[in-house]
């Protein structure tokens, strides 16, 4: 095969149109393992591939790529460094976008080898023709680009030649390109931020996260939302947040929420200003942050009963994210009748309605009801159980109801809310209190989709695996359970069929 390859370089070499070459080359060099390929191609003119770039033939182009991306893979970063630079440097000016993602990948492992990366750290022309790639009309040209510049800076040496360099000047010359692109540098900004406090203050020094800073409270709102999708993403590390909170940030987010209810155009915003909060309760303290900003907590609770579903989805899901901690929960327990009201509100969002607005609410429900065996204390089990009793009057019946619906997603939904109860002892005596109810969890019969089997096997699994289910349910469901657990998610009861001789 090797010998082959060779051959078919040579052949390719000297015809003008070599289509069915290129065509058998690509048959070959796809059937080799990349690692057993290495050896072969190591020695090849591969500016006879390269070439053939130059046209605008489409199927050559492709055929042309197809073979270049396999054989480049099966190079090291160093000798591609060394010996196809030129090549590759062509292909991020090429007309064709599926050419300067060829190019911007391979330009992305070496700058991952600390002596491949050498080499491109001194070419400042080839840098700059990847910052020139993030203004390019394709967004998968552009995230190849800023992927292959935030892994240069995952060096000090990448981060002075980006940041300590002409190239500073070439990259907020193509942030000024437009809004779109401006922010395709924000992404690279936050990505080298987020790797360590060292790389956040080269970002800081050079103005762009200030710049960033200073579009959340720009005039555009649809700006001023990616702004805020941007600065959450910052806040992901703690060097990120500590940043934020010195530069007083959390504080004005807070009182972009306040100030919202006077803004007509707040709903484009908004969502994003209560996902920031969220995040950083789940990342620092829930009480922490809902202390600190009641803003916060109090327009998560306002938006339950917003009549826009993009802001009631918005706060189930940060009410479940709150909720899912032990810490979450006492927080929103502190605030009493308050959260008392959400919850009923959280009753009827689930019972009608949207079914992705009702899925979404039985989510939440399930992660503020949850709790694990390590952390079923006397008081969070009074907790839990109070609240689901505030969803109806009969709650069992309710969740009950809402699973045998014909809906795949709102009957696994309820179902992980039947999950969530099981493994706590006020949730098994509901069970074995309710008519029917042990029967309905063995029986295989309701759900028949992978999902639905998944999720009545992971309720059998949780209340198999309490210490208390043995006693509470008795010997005779616990069996069945297990008996059942044993059996698999999938298995089906062979059905006995009887023939008569003489029947049609």
Known sequence: MAASI???????????????????????????????????????????IFSLLNTNDREKIELC?????????????????????????????????TVKILALTQIGRMVLNHEAVTEIQNNQDILRE????????KMSVAKEAIRALAKLSHSKAGLDALFRSDLLKDLKDVMATSDIVRYRVYELIVDISSVSPVSLGYCANSSFISQLLGELTGDDVLVRATAIEMVTTLSHSQHGRQYLAQQGIMDKISNMITGAK???????????????????AIMDSPQHVCETYPAFQNKVFEMTSDPDPVMTGVALDTLGVLGSTVEGKQVLQKTGEKFNAVLKRMSQLASGGATELRVRCLEAISLLITLQAEQQTEDLLVLTESWFHLLSNQPMEMIRNISTQPFPEL??????????????????????????FMEFIVDRSTGPTKEAKDAKFELVGALVSSST????????????????????????????????????
């Open 411 to 436: 009957h696994c939904s309820a179902l992980r809310i039947f999950t969530a109860i099981a493994p706590q002892p006020w949730g098994q005596r509901l069970m074995i209190g309710t008519p029917g």
């Open 65 to 97: 790529v197809d073979i270049l991306g396999r054989i480049l893979l099966a190079l090291s970063p160093v000798h591609l460094a060394q010996n196809c630079r030129v090549e590759l440097q062509a292909g991020l000016k090429h007309p064709d976008d």
């Open 469 to 504: 289910a043995a006693d509470i349910l008795g010997s005779q469901h616990y069996l069945r359970l297990r008996s059942y657990l044993r059996e698999g998610a999938y298995y089906v009861t062979a059905v006995a069929t009887v023939t008569t001789e003489g029947a049609d």
């Open 262 to 280: 006077s803004d007509p155009f707040s709903s484009f915003y908004l969502p994003g200003l209560v996902k920031f909060f969220g995040n950083l």
């Open 6 to 48: 060779e051959s078919l370089f040579v052949e390719i070499a000297s015809l003008e149109e070599p289509i069915e070459e290129l065509q058998t080359l690509k048959t070959a060099v796809l059937s080799i393992p990349v690692s057993a390929l290495r050896d072969t191609v190591s020695g090849l003119r591969l500016e006879v």
């Open 130 to 137: 990847v910052i020139h790639c993030i203004r390019g009309e």
